[in-house]
């Protein structure tokens, strides 16, 4: 089991908003990234920190951290933002990286 | 712009050794740690190891008694090897940049850019 711990699957309608959430001690003490994955393709990292988006990724996406919880919020999804959402942070050791488990996201 | 190339053998049979490389192209070789992540089929990312160019490592603690990874500075490489592999071992293997930042209270890691990924296959 991870020490990342995200939802299995989620859905939003198109357009609306839904949030994402990747929880562990570990994020209590270190920051979060995130990486959006869809079918074949390598990941691609669309936040890190509290909430830095990289250049190319639209500003639909934001970040947040609080206590033990990173969340990915993505406001007014569309069609194309439907993938596998992946966590990253350190372990509670600060040695090692570690995923969260991974949140399919559909988009109705 | 960064930009990852790796390569490796696709077919291993049980007990055999897994032996990939990433070649980095543009940027800086220099201040950056070189990643191995791999996703086992129909499966999560599951983080294997990291090198910087001074060759200090740092693996997974699952994984770290068959796993070494190196660095050729000369080349702009860095490499894994995974011992003993099994079916288990089945997976797509991507090699990717490691950017850190660090003040006195935490830390933050990105993994930007990947390389394309090597689909290792562990069959009798």
């Known amino acids: 089991s991870s020490e990342l711990t995200q939802d299995t699957a989620v859905s939003v309608a198109l357009g609306q908003t839904i949030r994402i959430t990747c929880q562990g001690e570990s994020l209590r003490k270190y920051y979060a990234s995130w990486y959006q994955q869809k079918p074949g393709q390598a990941p691609v990292v669309v936040m890190y920190g509290e909430s830095t988006r990289p250049s190319g990724i639209p500003d639909r996406f934001s970040g947040a951290s609080s206590g033990n919880t990173a969340s990915l919020t993505i406001s007014g999804a569309q069609a194309e933002d439907e993938a596998d959402y992946y966590c990253n942070s350190r372990d509670i050791s600060g040695n090692h990286k570690v995923f969260g488990g991974g949140t399919k996201l559909t988009v109705l | 712009q960064a930009q990852l190339q790796q390569w490796g053998a696709g077919l291993l049979k049980p007990s055999e050794t897994l032996s990939l490389t990433c070649a980095v192209y543009?940027?800086?070789?220099?201040?950056?740690?070189w990643t191995w992540v791999r996703q086992s089929p129909g499966k999560g990312l599951e983080w294997i190891g990291e090198?910087?160019?001074?060759?200090?490592?740092s693996y997974n603690p699952s994984l770290r008694s068959r796993v070494t990874i190196s660095v050729d500075t000369s080349k702009n490489q860095f490499s894994l090897n995974l011992s003993s592999v099994t079916a288990a071992d089945t997976a797509i293997y991507y090699c990717?940049?490691?950017?850190?930042?660090?003040?006195?209270?935490?830390?933050?890691?990105?993994?930007?850019?990947w390389g394309q990924g090597t689909l290792v296959t562990v069959s009798s």
């Open positions: 543009g940027g800086s070789f220099s201040g950056y740690y």
């Open positions: 090198i910087n160019r001074d060759g200090s490592a």
């Open positions: 990717a940049r490691e950017h850190t930042r660090c003040d006195s209270n935490s830390c933050l890691n990105w993994f930007d850019p």
